[in-house]
Nanobody, 126 residues
Framework: QVQLVESGGGSVQAGGSLRLSCAAS????????MAWFRQAPGKEREFVSI???????LYSDSVKGRFTISRDNAKNTVYLEMNSLKPEDTAVYYC????????????????????WGQGTQVTVSS
């Protein structure tokens, strides 16, 4: 089992920055694929970014160039640095983890992930 706890959400004005953290405990390793998703009211959960077990980082087109994912394997923590925030970034942000191995339905599909955090709210005002 893996437990994920997000922190760092909050309210910020457009153009501002936030840094989210996701602390993992349990059966985690550097081989665990770690990702961020978000879900706005009335919308489906959408992929934001992933840090794969091979060290690859990928982003959705909507956040590319503004968000940066990183991980500290010694601390079992993954971060999401969010800059130039826009009102459309407002959502609950979720950390997700997938056990080592191929992501069964692709990296952007929530069904590929085995564990989820409780979510942290990010609100960006104009």
């Amino acid at each position: 089992q893996v437990q994920l706890v997000e922190s760092g959400g909050g309210s910020v004005q457009a153009g501002g920055s936030l840094r989210l953290s996701c602390a993992a405990s349990g059966r985690t390793s550097s081989s665990t694929n770690m990702a961020w998703f978000r879900q706005a009211p009335g919308k489906e959960r959408e992929f934001v970014s992933i840090s794969t077990r091979s060290g690859t980082t990928l982003y959705s087109d909507s956040v590319k160039g503004r968000f940066t994912i990183s991980r500290d394997n010694a601390k079992n923590t993954v971060y999401l640095e969010m800059n130039s925030l826009k009102p459309e970034d407002t959502a609950v942000y979720y950390c997700a983890a997938a056990q080592p191995g191929p992501l069964r339905r692709g990296y952007s599909n929530p069904d590929s992930y085995d564990y989820w955090g409780q979510g942290t709210q990010v609100t960006v005002s104009s």
